[in-house]
């Protein structure tokens, strides 16, 4: 049974660089059948997704996020990392590692989820 | 760039009752839609995707249908457990884009 952990500081000042790992546990990050990728939620809000990126390296991001983030993937730690740059108090958020199945592009794995905010 | 809405912002129900959300998107989106439970402080889970295709574990109460704009899901019978936030999601093939619904809240009423 694959697992998801995410892990990372729990507060970042403004207009520094947000960085998170997701660590992947009983299961492949190799494969061609998943999209990893990254949601947020701001507290009290939906659902924001951030980016993914596949077994190969090919990332896509949400554009409104585009210029700020990148996404990338170790295999040989089994890790998916985030980085956004440039913070603001509006990238405060429970941040969400989660697994897309390909094809179907539906999210049937998800972290628990680390709180981040962004204060000074 | 595909919109998703969801209607009602909040439904009120009472326990044992059905319950009828609806997701609607700003251009066909095909069956790639998707519906996922979140409890307080706690991750989403899938319940359905393909439109109408319960995911692993989920409950025969829950069901989904719809295609193209306009999306259904139904909980036949409201169990305790079932008063929290649902979403809807949609994948959008290019520009890759996975895009959310804001959410229906189930209250008691």
């Known amino acids: 049974q694959a697992q998801l952990q995410e892990s990372g500081p729990g507060l970042v000042k403004p207009s520094q660089t947000l960085s998170l790992t997701c660590t992947v546990s009983g299961g492949s990050i190799s ?67 989660a697994r897309a199945q390909s094809p179907g592009y539906y999210f049937d794995l998800w972290g628990r989820g680390t709180l981040v905010t962004v204060s000074s | ?68 704009t306009e999306f259904t899901l139904t909980i036949s019978s409201l169990q305790s457990e079932d008063f929290v936030v649902y979403y809807c999601q949609h994948y959008n093939n290019w520009p890759p884009l996975f895009t959310f619904g804001p959410g229906t809240n189930v209250d008691i009423k």
Do not use: H
Request: glycine share 8%.
């Open chain 1, 31 to 97: 494969s061609g059948d998943y999209y990893w990728s990254w949601i947020r939620q701001s507290p009290g809000k939906g659902l924001e997704w951030i980016g993914y990126i596949f077994y190969s390296g090919n990332a896509y991001y949400n554009p409104s996020l585009k210029t700020r983030v990148t996404i990338f993937l170790d295999t040989s730690k089994k890790q998916i990392s985030l980085r956004l740059s440039s913070v603001t108090a509006a990238d405060t958020a429970v941040y969400y590692c």
């Open chain 2, 1 to 68: 760039e595909i919109v998703m809405t969801q209607s009602p912002a909040t439904l009120s129900v009472s326990p044992g009752e059905r319950a009828t959300l609806s997701c609607r998107a700003s251009q066909s989106v095909s069956r790639n839609l998707a519906w996922y439970q979140q409890k307080p402080g706690q991750a989403p889970r899938l319940l359905i995707y393909g439109a109408s295709t319960r995911a692993t574990g989920i409950p025969a109460r829950f069901s989904g249908s719809g295609s193209g």
